[in-house]
């Protein structure tokens, strides 16, 4: 499926098709204001993303949106974007609209979530070989944008402009016999400026395999990768406690611990006390709960109208710069400074597209994953 596909409205749901012939057919041409918003999330708050895909997407159409910036942290029920112009100009790209902020939004929630709980050690996102290989590089550009320092997919980090991440793969040290074996063929080939981290469960123990890696590379050895499967890994804290001892009684007090496998950030709380390199997060980000959002009509030709449930007319989401406090008003209601602090109210939601053009040139990733963070540090979310 390419862009056209879904540009020219072959990926929507068969009742906006029917809607839209319906409309044609009667020369039904009304304008309106859609509002997007989540009414539940699991967390009680999201990460706002897809923006700069669904500006591709609309481009050159005639109509205008108004959207909190991508990497925006949003409550339930926060209006994080809104489309206006006449309905049947893009009723058939809801369904595409949907899909763009719904999975890469919640990708960057987990991600971010995971980045809380790691505090400052090194993240990254190996989970691109979970998901179909033709949305891998949304996956990772959303792990990144949620707070993932670096990526392990080659095109996802090419996307990024940044360099893939990675260790070695069990299969190198199997195929090659044993792990002193792959380590010194992985220190023969690749790159120097490549960190030289060994995976440290295939065959044996993971402390003694620890100590094998360290004694085969010395002070080339940057870390080494626990990813021992469940079936086999006990206490997995003590098992960590044990190899840093082990290192550090011989001498390699500078190798680094990195843990991978089944982690999430639950798993990360209860291993960070013991882990100083980072975490390999995969399935658990890759496989994110999407974020449930819908698009509601809440205005016609000016006239505010909404479905039972929603709150219809346009909408200022306004935030304290002070207090980061939340409030949603009318669009025609002037506002003031914060009820609960007397700082300044900003106003979330601007205008990214005018008629078909976009406003003003995109964040880069990077320039998105400073913001993400800003908030984080600002909201002091906890983890739950």
């Given amino acids: 499926m390419n862009f056209e596909d879904i540009r020219s409205g072959k990926v929507t749901d068969a009742y906006f098709e029917r809607t839209h012939r319906i409309l044609e057919t009667k020369k039904i041409k009304k304008r309106i204001r859609a509002e997007f918003t989540a009414k539940n999330l699991t967390s009680g708050w999201g990460i706002f993303t897809g923006l700069e895909e669904i500006l591709n997407l609309f481009e ?75 949305i891998s590089p949304m996956i990772e550009r959303s792990s990144y944008i949620g707070g993932c320092d670096g990526v392990a997919l080659v095109k ?21 016999g044993s792990l002193s074996s792959a380590l010194k063929a992985f220190d023969e080939v690749i790159e120097k400026d490549v960190p030289r981290v060994a995976i440290v469960d295939t065959f044996g123990d993971e402390k003694f395999e620890a100590l094998e890696a ?40 500078k190798v680094k611990l990195f843990v991978s496998g089944g982690i999430d950030e639950n798993e990360i709380l209860k291993l960070r006390e013991f ?23 809440v205005d016609i030709d000016g006239n505010p109208v909404s479905k039972k449930g929603k709150l219809s007319g346009g909408k200022h989401l306004l935030r304290c710069d002070d207090c980061f406090s939340e409030e949603i008003i009318p669009i025609g209601k002037p506002y003031g400074d914060c009820d609960l602090c007397g700082g300044e109210m900003s106003q979330l939601l601007s205008t990214v597209m005018e008629n078909g053009e976009i406003k003003n040139s995109l964040p880069s990733a990077k320039e998105i994953q400073n913001y993400v963070l800003l908030q984080i540090d600002r909201f002091s979310l906890d983890i739950k």
């Fill in 275 to 297: 882990v100083d390199g980072g975490f390999g997060i995969g399935t658990s980000i890759s496989s994110a709960s999407v974020i449930d959002f819908s698009m509601d009509i």
């Fill in 214 to 253: 360290a004694n085969c590379l010395h002070d080339r050895l940057d870390a080494v990768r626990i990813d021992t499967p469940s079936s086999r890994r006990g206490n997995l804290s003590e098992i960590l406690t044990e190899v840093r001892w082990e290192l550090n009684q011989a001498g390699f007090e």
């Fill in 156 to 176: 996802g980090a090419e996307m990024l402009n940044i360099p893939p991440v990675g260790t070695m793969p069990h299969s190198l040290v199997i195929i090659l």
């Fill in 60 to 134: 050159g159409l005639p109509v205008s949106i108004r959207s909190v910036p991508e990497g925006s942290i949003f409550r339930p029920f926060q209006p994080v974007m809104e489309i206006e112009g006449l309905y049947n100009d893009f009723d058939v790209l809801e369904t595409a609209v949907l899909g763009l902020m719904c999975q890469s939004s919640g990708v960057a929630t987990k991600s971010a979530r995971c980045r809380i709980a790691a505090g400052n050690l090194k993240l990254l996102s190996f989970g691109a070989r979970r998901m179909h290989p033709s």
